[in-house]
């Protein structure tokens, strides 16, 4: 298999990302549109004679309200858009099933690549949590790990972190990251881990 072919970016490996973002994004504001659409309604149906103020508040909560229920909307359209586009592909070239695995699959590998950040210390009797900068820099690139299935091979994309120790944490890991994803995909046969730019790449082979 010619990995330096496979090691370009498909539509799934660029966009992934980019689309759980704005999914994570347009949820929220949609999420925050609501709550404000139960103020509006609760200022609506509300008794009490308003004031000036409460006229006031109910003004900006409404601007409020349109605002980010358009914002979301927008955001939720663009969504729809780029995954239709992941859909058709699928169907085109390989089939929805791989899609939901890549999906699944890459939740599973950022979570355990995922190192705790924190950690203790213990200063004059007492413990104290400290934030772990290496681990820190190093879960910031890991989030972006990436893993396409197809019925021909599995690519695996994990940004290199910022930083020699989270770079050496992240290449200790390489048996161990090989393993994962034979239990995890047991039909691939992964070669070695490759580097390109700020990128390691692991490509497995669809077993015969």
Request: hydrophobic fraction near 45%; charged fraction near 20%.
């Amino acid at each position: 298999m010619n990995s330096n072919k496979l090691n370009k970016k498909s539509y799934f490996l660029t966009y992934f990302t980019l689309v759980q973002f704005l999914l994570i994004i347009s949820s929220t504001a949609l999420l925050l549109s609501a709550v404000l659409f139960l103020i509006i309604a609760h200022f609506k149906t509300s008794s009490v004679t308003p004031s000036h103020f409460t006229l006031m508040i109910e003004a900006v909560v409404t601007l409020l309200y349109q605002g980010l229920a358009r914002f979301g909307l927008i955001i939720a359209i663009l969504f729809l858009c780029l995954l239709l586009i992941e859909v058709v592909i699928r169907l085109r070239h390989d089939n929805l099933m791989n899609l939901w695995r890549s999906i699944y699959l890459t939740i599973i590998l950022r979570r355990f690549l995922h190192q705790d950040e924190s950690s203790e210390n213990q200063k004059d009797d007492q413990k104290a949590q400290s934030v772990n900068p290496i681990h820190k820099s190093f879960n910031r690139a890991v989030r972006q790990t990436v893993i396409e299935l197809t019925d021909k091979h599995a690519i695996v994309c994990i940004k290199l972190p910022n930083g020699h120790q989270a770079q050496n944490i992240l290449n200790s890991m390489d048996e161990e990251i090989k393993n994962e994803l034979s239990d995890q995909v047991s039909q691939y046969y992964f070669s070695a881990p490759e580097r390109q730019k700020n990128k390691k790449w692991f490509i497995g082979t669809k077993r015969d």
